[in-house]
């Protein structure tokens, strides 16, 4: 019996690696392009996990100038700086952000519908 090795089963953690401080999983940062449904067909498109060292004022006026929308610069008390724009722009911004280098598309998370 002392030849065998014998293991016992022991507790597993499958979300072990996700929450270790140092793990490489968690270390890309993502800009997540959202969409919120406001009343009817009104929709808004929502900007958040930019870098803060970007100027956001400047990269809003580009953006509303580029798809002739309005939009504001909102302080969110989790969330930081996001951007808002009015109407289904979601597409449109993340090859605004890729095309003008501020983020690569590996990191852009677009959700909704």
């Given at each position: ?8 089963p ?55 100038k ?48």
């Amino acid at each position: 019996m002392s030849d065998l090795d014998i293991q016992i089963p022991t507790a597993f953690d499958p979300f072990a690696d996700a929450n270790a401080e140092d793990s490489g999983a968690g270390a890309k940062d993502y800009v997540h392009i959202r969409i919120q449904q406001r009343n009817g067909r009104k929709s808004l498109t929502t900007v958040q996990g930019l870098k803060k060292e970007f100027s956001y004022n400047k990269i809003l006026k580009d953006l509303k100038k580029e798809f002739c929308c309005n939009g504001t610069v909102v302080q969110d008390p989790e969330l930081g700086q996001v951007i808002q724009l009015q109407g289904d722009q979601r597409k449109n911004v993340s090859t605004f952000l890729v095309q003008a280098g501020i983020v690569k598309k590996e990191n852009i998370k677009i959700h909704g519908f």
